[in-house]
């Protein structure tokens, strides 16, 4: 045998077992089998240890395992072996916001924009960060980045105007929010941060129309809570205790909800509209002709603000 066929021998079979033990990682991932994952790509890197796919397969499964430090170091690993790895970067940084490093976080959005300077998924998740971090302006400067590059990007318009919002923008933040809604009419973070807005305006009406928009598509115990405060302000007392009812079906421990209950079972026995089938009621608009047919347009009109 020669030299050629020694290393053939040598060689070929650690390749062909390194590729297996990475299909059967991946097939394992896949299908949620995330032990025989790990122990596959353990496998894999035993036989190839500066192997970033491997680093980067095993970084997923320890992450999705809840293991984010042994996640985190997987991802330093791949990149060390592939500074420029974009899913390494991604990772890192995911993996980073998930321990509740901001810094880091953005930091390592920084160096993969370094190389990939257009990559709008680093552009808004950079803006995430440094929105939770408070840093509203600076966040403001990624979803504008975000918009330059594509401005049908819906996220970024809600998170923009989340961001305004936040710094006494309102009218600006009315603006972003309603582009966010034109480019994706179902898209839940811009429906809650127009439901934001208008609770923080005190139209009450508009606030329980959009709050149902909202529990269509997602329930959650505060959204229930708004909506019930939203009725009692328009003094429809039973509509605001089965909202709070609900929200303490949803969290037993909601103590806001406990109370605003007991509020609005207090208020039932002074007032209780009865709205029937008018979905607008408490929105009333002057000089609107279906307004001017209402049947309850007096009881409207004196909750509208």
């Given at each position: 045998m020669g030299a050629a066929d020694d290393v053939g021998q040598r060689f070929l079979p650690s390749v062909d077992e390194l590729e297996t033990a990475m299909r059967s990682g991946l097939r394992s991932l896949d299908a949620g089998h995330l032990d025989d994952a790990l122990r596959a790509f353990n496998a894999a890197l035993r036989l190839k240890p500066e192997y970033d796919a491997a680093w980067l397969a095993r970084g997923h499964v320890l992450r999705r395992m809840g293991d984010l430090e042994a996640a985190l170091d997987c991802f330093a690993q791949a990149l060390r072996v592939h500074r420029e790895s974009e899913e390494a970067w991604l990772g890192l940084a995911s993996t980073l916001h998930a321990l509740g490093?901001?810094?880091?976080?953005?930091?390592?959005?920084?160096?993969?924009l370094k190389i990939r300077p257009r990559l709008v998924e680093a552009w808004i998740n950079k803006g995430a960060a440094l929105h939770e971090a408070r840093d509203f302006r600076a966040a403001l400067a990624c979803y504008d980045r975000v918009l330059a590059l594509r401005p049908e990007h819906a996220a970024a318009w809600s998170n923009k105007g989340a961001a305004l919002l936040r710094l006494g923008d309102a009218a600006g933040a009315e603006r972003c929010i309603d582009e966010a809604l034109h480019f994706d009419p179902d898209f839940y973070d811009a429906i809650l941060n127009r439901l934001f807005l208008l609770e923080g305006k005190g139209l009450h009406g508009?606030?329980?129309m959009w709050a149902e928009r909202a529990l269509r598509i997602r329930e959650a115990p505060w959204i229930w809570h708004l909506k019930g405060l939203a009725h009692l302000a328009l003094l429809e007392?039973?509509?605001?205790?089965r909202s709070f009812e609900r929200a303490l079906e949803l969290d037993p421990g909601f103590k806001d909800a406990r109370a605003a209950l007991r509020k609005a079972k207090a208020a039932r026995a002074k007032a209780d509209f009865y709205r029937g089938v008018y979905e607008c009621f408490g929105t009333h608009l002057a000089g609107d002709?279906?307004?001017?047919?209402?049947e309850i347009a007096a009881r409207c009109r004196e909750v509208s603000p």
């Open positions: 490093r901001r810094k880091e976080e953005v930091e390592a959005y920084d160096e993969l508009e606030t329980v007392s039973t509509l605001a205790m002709p279906g307004c001017a047919e209402c």
